[in-house]
Every structure is written in C-alpha cells, then in structure tokens.
C-alpha cells in the first residue's frame, strides 16, 4: 500500500461511527501545500517557479487519479520536472506510487531527468537528498550558470586636457602671472594615458547545456593624435617628441618643440632652435637664445638676449636685467610680470604688471593695468597707446612716452630734422667762405681759387643733400598730421613725463590724475 493510501486508511480510522468519503485529490493538496510552503521557505529566490510548478504537479495528478482505480495494475512512483522560465532552474519531484506499485531509485530519477534534456549543472547530491525526504518533496535538480560579464578596454589619462600649444596673444586683456603657464611640456617616451585592454567575460549555460554568450567587451578608446605613439604590449600611449602636450577633437596631440629642463646659463652660450623652446627654469649668465617659434621660460630672465623670430615670449617670473645687457625681442607679443633694466621690442603688445628703467618698443599696446601697473623711469614707443595704472612714484623720475605712429616714424623724424638743421648749418658756413674769397675780387690768388672752385662744388652737393632731406622729411610730416588715435591712460601721474604723439611733444611736470593725454586740434590734450 502507498504512504498515500496509508494516510487515506489512517484518516478513515479515526473518524469511526462518522462515515467520511475520502478524497485523493483533497489529500494530494494538504501535501503539496506542506511541500510548497516548506520549499518556498527554502528556496525564496525561486518561488515563482515553485508556484508554477505546484500548480502543474496538481493539475497532473488530479488527472492521474481520474484514470487510476482500485482494479487497475500497479502504478510505479512517477518523477516530474520542472523548468524556470529563464531555463536557469529546474526542480523535480517524486510522485507516489498507486495500487501497490513500485518506488523509484535515484539511478532511475536521474535518467528520467536526462531524457528531460537537463543535462547541465545537475545536483546529485541534492537530488539524492531530496528523495530521501519522501514524496510530494519539491527541490531543485539542476542549477545553470549565468554569463559572466567582462571588463571594456579603458585608459587612464595621466595629464589634463588643455587645448593650448602655444601661447596665446592677448589683447588688452590681463595675464595672471599668478598662475602656472598654461602649457604642458613633456618629453619623447613619457607615458600620456595608461591602457587597459578588455577582459572578455565568461559565457554561461543553461541547464539544458544551452550555451549563453556572455556580453560583448568593448576595445580601449585610444585618445591617439599627433606625434604620439603606443607603447610595447599596447598598455600606454606614448609621447614620440619632446614638445607640448595639448588635446584636440578629444585626442592627445604634441606640438614639437625643444624643452630644456632647468636653467640656461653662460655653459649654454649661443643658442640657435628651430621651433618652440619652453625653458622650465631661469635663462641668465649672458646667454643668446634665438628660436623661430614661441618662447616659453617658467622662471627668470637675468643678463641674457632672447629673441623669437616668429613668436610670443612668455616670461612667467619676470625679467631683472642688467643695464645694457639684456634684450628681448619678439615678432609677436612679450608678457612678464616685472620688466626691468631691459631693452624690449615686440611686433606686437607688451603686457607686464611693472615696467622700470627700460626702453620698450611696441607695435601695439603697452598694457600695464594690472598688479602695481606701474612705469618708472622708462622709454616707451607704442604704435597703439600706453594703458597703467601709475606713471613714476613719489621720489620722482622722468619718463618719455612716444605713441600713436609706427615706431620709427618719429625716431626717423627726429633724426632728418637734426641732420637738416645740420646740413643747412654747413651751407651757411659754406657762404660764408665763399663771400669772404669773392669779395677779394682781382686780388684773389691761384689757391683762394682753386678753394674757391671746392667749396661752391660743396655747397652744391650739400644743398642737394638739403633738397633730399626736405623732401623726405616732407613725407614724415605728412604721416605725422594726420589725427592720431594714441594715447596715454594712466589713473596717476608723477612728474616728469615727457609725452610725443605725432610732431606735438608735451612735457608734464605737474602731478596730475586721470589722465587721457591724446591730442585735439593739434593740441595735447591730458584729460
């Protein structure tokens, strides 16, 4: 008789004198209902699957029972199984057996579950177990394994992403020399990004042995641009030139450049670069620097010539010169902090926060409006206008200030006028002489008139010379009358400055504040 049947005949014995019907199908609910429970409790990540296959295991022995009688032959215990939806799962479960059939061993439950097609991740020892708990036990039979995600290339970038790869001009705008320059220089073989090549994942099966793909990995998005290059093993992007780093469309780039790490001094002696040169430390000891491009020193310039024939000289620290023994000349634009006993020339702006003791000539602004913005003691010629915040100081100074016209109108003017005066003076003496001997008349020996015959041939080449002079100085006036826009801003000014916008030149040896000297009707105007 079946543990079923058994607790059928228990159940009427102890109702005695109280008929009851049973009913199978009642019974297999109280059971299946004890094993639900007790395996949802066990199993609480499956309790969908559970539900589900309770519901089948009922609905099929309800038709089991149907068609099973009393009279009919022996029925052996039945194994059924059971699929999760994701095919991750499967569990089973032993049926009893009806009218005194057999039971079922655990040889047998395996090869039923293998002509099920669950054939991956089978669990013997659990299988085995949950046939010794009896029948009606719900347990899981297999158990498949999940993908197993890899990991996507990825770089490590070890600098920042700035854009500069040169210095940039500015335009009336201040420079914060407080801050570090904006440039990033690096050497030929230092690493720029790190790379970590993807790790592929591990595919999963279900547990009908069902392969599952695990997901695709992605390869590294090298930020590779130019004059870069990837290391032995592909795990680091690599610079292939000394220069500065930069990063265009999101990729490293490296504007080719000479970089000098520490000083230049007297050892350097004359130097000659084709390109950039970024100098990270001070330039001094009689140095001569000449590049083509853009110079960048990240220190101070002493006794030394530096000059870019096609670029911006950056001077993060400032320039303390020597009287007389150091230059900067640049194509483009200057920017130092300090400019001080230094002859400096720039095609274009010069921007500082303190200019001292110095001849500066530029082809744009003179812009000093920051930190003490201050000029002292200084020659300024600006073909723009000079903008500070202070001319001279309380002890006093003089300064000469040209602006408005190209730099060496007014220079050039000057000197013809100085050498016409000059000229003209020689001419002057010249008739002189030649009055003197003419007066003598018949009296004039054979030398006084070969002299004679010298001197008018002079005093014609000299007035030829004279002509020429006028009609070149001529044009100089023409340049210089015409309006000028330069001028000078300045908040404070100390006496005494000397002021020239075209041929107009102003001494002021006033203190005076708010100053805008430009000129109006042919007259210097201070505010």
């Not at 009427?12 to 297999?28: A, D, I, R």
């Amino acid at each position: 008789m079946s543990l079923f049947d058994r607790l059928i005949s228990r159940g009427t014995g102890e109702q005695k004198g109280k008929p009851f019907l049973s009913n199978p199908h009642t019974k297999l609910v109280s059971e299946l209902d004890a094993a639900i429970k007790k395996a949802k409790e066990q199993y609480q990540g499956d309790a969908a699957t559970i539900d589900a296959f309770a519901h089948a295991l009922k609905e099929h022995y309800k038709a089991r029972c149907k068609e099973t009688a009393e009279d009919q032959p022996p029925m052996k215990a039945e194994a059924r199984f059971f699929l999760s939806e994701d095919r991750m799962s499967a569990f089973g479960c032993l049926l009893p057996p009806r009218n005194g059939g057999d039971g079922m061993t655990p040889e047998e439950f395996l090869e039923d579950l293998r002509y099920e097609g669950i054939c991956y991740g089978v669990l013997e020892d659990e299988i085995r177990q949950g046939l010794g708990d009896g029948y009606f036990h719900i347990f899981p039979v297999a158990r498949g394994r999940l993908p197993q995600s890899g990991e996507d290339g990825k770089v490590t970038e070890l600098f920042r992403r700035r854009k500069n790869m040169h210095i940039e001009v500015q335009n009336e705008n201040e420079v914060d020399f407080g801050q570090e320059i904006p440039l990033q220089p690096i050497r030929k073989g230092t690493p720029v990004c790190l790379i970590r090549p993807p790790r592929e994942g591990t595919d999963g099966t279900d547990v009908t042995g069902q392969i599952l793909p695990s997901p695709p990995v992605a390869d590294a998005q090298i930020p590779q641009g130019e004059n870069t290059e990837t290391g032995k093993g592909g795990q680091a992007l690599l610079a292939s030139v000394d220069g500065i780093l930069y990063i265009e469309n999101d990729l490293f780039c490296i504007h080719e450049q000479k970089v000098i790490d520490g000083n230049l001094d007297q050892f350097q002696g004359k130097l000659q670069i084709s390109g950039n040169l970024y100098v990270d430390g001070d330039v001094d000891g009689g140095v001569d620097v000449t590049a083509s491009g853009d110079i960048v020193i990240t220190g101070k310039i002493g006794q030394a010539r530096v000059e870019s024939t096609g670029g911006t000289i950056r001077v993060q620290q400032g320039v303390n010169g020597t009287q007389g023994k150091t230059t900067l000349l640049a194509a483009r634009q200057i920017q130092s902090p300090v400019i001080e006993r230094a002859d400096v020339h720039a095609g274009a702006s010069i921007i500082a926060e303190t200019i001292a003791n110095s001849t500066v000539r530029s082809g744009g602004l003179v812009y000093v409006m920051s930190g003490r913005g201050m000029i002292l003691d200084s020659h300024i010629q600006a073909e723009d206008s000079v903008l500070c915040l202070r001319v001279g100081n309380l002890a006093g100074g003089r300064s000469r200030f040209s602006v408005g016209y190209p730099l060496d109108v007014p220079e050039s003017w000057k000197k013809l006028k100085d050498e016409l005066a000059g000229v003209q003076s020689s001419i002057e003496k010249l008739w002189e002489l030649i009055g003197g001997l003419r007066k003598k008349g018949f009296r004039i020996t054979e030398e006084e008139k070969v002299l004679l015959e010298q001197l008018v041939e002079q005093r014609g080449l000299y007035s030829e010379k004279r002509d020429a002079l006028t009609a070149e100085l001529k044009c100089f006036d023409q340049v210089l009358d015409k309006r000028s826009k330069g001028r000078v801003r300045c908040e404070k000014l100390f006496p005494t400055l000397e002021v020239q916008i075209g041929k107009l030149t102003e001494e002021i040896t006033t203190a005076e504040e708010n100053c805008n000297i430009h000129i109006i009707d042919n007259k210097i105007i201070l505010k």
